[in-house]
C-alpha cells in the first residue's frame, strides 16, 4: 500500500500525539499501527495519579491522560490499526522506506508510506542482564510486568517483595504492593544515589515507611519452585563488588526488578537507522529526524524520558516533520551542528541541531551535585548560547538546555559543535 503519507509504529503517548501532529500539520492519510488490543501504550497500566500535570494542569491517572489524545487524533481523523505488528522495516533502492505487518484480519501486508514515525517505547532490562547467582523459581518479575498484572490483570504477584533498583516503576511498585496489602521488605540500590524522581522517594518510599538502600544489592537468589529468600550485601562504590561480610539473608516470595529502560529498536536496527551507542535509540536531529530522511523517531525508542508531557511534545515535534517530509516541504541540513556532552554528561538528546525550530536538549549526568550548579551551553569557539542555575543536578532527573532556533541559525561556519554541561556554579 503506497497512498499512506505518515505512518506511525507504536500507539502509546508519542505515536498518538505524533498521528496529531501529522494531521494537523496537513497530512491526508496518518495511520497508526499497535500490536496490542488497545491504544494507549505503557500508560494503560500506570493507573495511579500524577500525569498531564504541565500538559493539561490537571492531576490524571495514565489511561485518563492517554484517552484524551486518543479521543484529540480520533477526532483529528487518524487512523488506528490495532492487534498489529510491525516485523520488519527495510529501505527501497531509492531511499523510500516500507515495513512488513501482521494483523490476524489483514495477513501480512508492506506498507510504503511516504514517511514513518518510530514511537515503539521501551522495554525493561530482565534479570538476565545482571547475573545474579542462585535458582530461578518463580515470584520474580520486571516491576513492569506486575504493574500489569496487578494493575489490568487482576493477578497479585506475591505477599512479601523484595525490590531491586530504584527506577520510578519500581517506587511505584512498592507503593502499589502495599496498597495491595503485601509487604515490602525494601528497596535496594547498587549506585549511591537513587535511580528515581525524589518525588517518587518521598511519595512511594518514605510515606509508607519502605526503607531503602543505596550501595547494596542481591548477590543471590535462593528457592526451587518458589523464592524463598535473596542474599543482599552492600557493595563497594569504587568497584561495584560486594563487600564480603556484610551478607543478609531477607526471606520474601517476591523478587521485583528496576533495573533499567531499553529503547525498543530492533526494527530501527533492521532498516540501518543509525543508533546512539549510549542511549540505545535513534540519532536524531531537532526536527527528530533519523539518519534515516523519511524517518523520524519520537518518545521512549529515542531517550528515556521522566515525564509523559515530553513525550507528547516530541510525539507532535516529530509528527509534523514527517507530515512536512511526506509533503516534499523538508530541506533541512540533517546534521548542521552537532550536539556534545560535557565532562559529566552521559546522555542526551538530539545530537544535531539544525536551526529550523526551537530546541529543547534533554540530558542525563553521570554523578549528582548536590548544590548550586549551573547547566550550560556553549559553541566550540566560546560562544555562550544557554545558562541555567539549579540547586542541584542529580542522575535519576532529566535536565534541559532549552535553544532557539535564531541563535543556531545566527552560528557562523567556524563552529563545529555545540557542548553541553553541568558544572558547580
Ligand atoms: C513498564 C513501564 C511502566 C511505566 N510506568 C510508569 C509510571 O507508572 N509512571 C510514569 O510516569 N511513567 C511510567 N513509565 C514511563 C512511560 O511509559 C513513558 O513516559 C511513556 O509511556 C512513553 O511513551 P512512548 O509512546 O514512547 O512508549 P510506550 O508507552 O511504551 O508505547 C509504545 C507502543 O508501541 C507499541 N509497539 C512497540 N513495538 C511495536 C511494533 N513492532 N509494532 C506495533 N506496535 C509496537 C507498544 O505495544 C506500545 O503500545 C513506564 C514505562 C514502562 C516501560
Redo the contacts with the bound molecule.
Keep these: 500500500m503506497k497512498d499512506i503519507d505518515v505512518l506511525i509504529?507504536?500507539?502509546?503517548?508519542?505515536?498518538?500525539a505524533a498521528g496529531i501532529g501529522a494531521r494537523r500539520e496537513g497530512a491526508e492519510h496518518v495511520v497508526i499501527?499497535?500490536?496490542?488490543w488497545d491504544?494507549?501504550?505503557?500508560?494503560q497500566?500506570?493507573i495511579?495519579p500524577?500525569?498531564g500535570l504541565r500538559t493539561f494542569r490537571e492531576e490524571l491517572t495514565?489511561p485518563e491522560y492517554m484517552h484524551r489524545f486518543i479521543k484529540q487524533a480520533h477526532e483529528a481523523g487518524v487512523e488506528f490499526r490495532q492487534n498489529?505488528?510491525?516485523?520488519e522495516m527495510d529501505e527501497n533502492p531509492d531511499g523510500s522506506m516500507g515495513v512488513w505487518?501482521m494483523n490476524k484480519e489483514r495477513g501480512i501486508e508492506r506498507l510504503e508510506p511516504k514517511a514513518i514515525v518510530l514511537?515503539?517505547?521501551?522495554?525493561?532490562r530482565p534479570l538476565g542482564a545482571i547475573r545474579i547467582p542462585g535458582s530461578r523459581p518463580a515470584g520474580i518479575y520486571?516491576?513492569?510486568?506486575a504493574?500489569?498484572f496487578v494493575n489490568m490483570e487482576g493477578h497479585m504477584p506475591g505477599k512479601k517483595a523484595v525490590i531491586l533498583g530504584s527506577g520510578?516503576?519500581g517506587l511505584?511498585m512498592a507503593r502499589r504492593m502495599i496498597w495491595e496489602g503485601a509487604e515490602v521488605e525494601g528497596v535496594y540500590e547498587v549506585m549511591s544515589w537513587p535511580g528515581g524522581l525524589r518525588r517518587n522517594i518521598a511519595q512511594c518510599l518514605d510515606d509508607y515507611g519502605i526503607p531503602f538502600h543505596l550501595e547494596t544489592t542481591v548477590t543471590k537468589i535462593h528457592g526451587k519452585d518458589r523464592l524463598e529468600g535473596v542474599t543482599v550485601a552492600k557493595i563497594d562504590p569504587a568497584t561495584r563488588a560486594p563487600i564480603a561480610g556484610t551478607e543478609r539473608f531477607v526471606e520474601c516470595d517476591t523478587l521485583l526488578l528496576a533495573i533499567g529502560?531499553i529503547p525498543?529498536n530492533?526494527?530501527s536496527r533492521m532498516a540501518g537507522v543509525e543508533i546512539h551507542p549510549v542511549t540505545g535509540g535513534p540519532v536524531v536531529n531537532d526536527l527528530l529526524q533519523t539518519s534515516k530522511a523519511p524517518v523520524f523517531a519520537?518518545?521512549?525508542?529515542v531517550i528515556?524520558?521522566?515525564?509523559?508531557d515530553n513525550?507528547s511534545d516530541e510525539?507532535l515535534i516529530a509528527g509534523t516533520n514527517a507530515a512536512k517530509f511526506a509533503a516534499g516541504k523538508l530541506n533541512a541540513d540533517m546534521r548542521r551542528i552537532p550536539v556534545k556532552g560535557g565532562d559529566n554528561v552521559r546522555l542526551f538528546s538530539p545530537q544535531y541541531v539544525t536551526g529550523e525550530r526551537d530546541v529543547t536538549i534533554f540530558m542525563r549526568i553521570t554523578h549528582p551535585i548536590e548544590g548550586a550548579c549551573k547547566v550550560v551551553a556553549n559553541t566550540d569557539t566560546g560562544v555562550k548560547l544557554y545558562m541555567q542555575r539549579l540547586r542541584y543536578a542529580r542522575p535519576g532527573e532529566m535536565n534541559e538546555v532549552r535553544l532557539k532556533a535564531e541563535q543556531v541559525k545566527e552560528l557562523g561556519s567556524d563552529v563545529n559543535s555545540i557542548i553541553i554541561d553541568i558544572q558547580p556554579a
Design positions: 509504529i507504536g500507539a502509546g503517548p508519542a505515536g498518538v499501527l499497535e500490536r496490542d491504544a494507549g501504550g505503557i500508560l497500566q500506570c495511579h500524577g500525569f495514565g498489529t505488528m510491525v516485523f505487518t514511537a515503539m517505547g521501551c522495554r525493561e520486571t516491576a513492569g510486568t504493574q500489569r520510578d516503576i511505584i529502560l525498543e530492533e526494527l519520537a518518545g521512549n525508542v528515556v524520558y521522566d515525564l509523559v513525550v510525539g
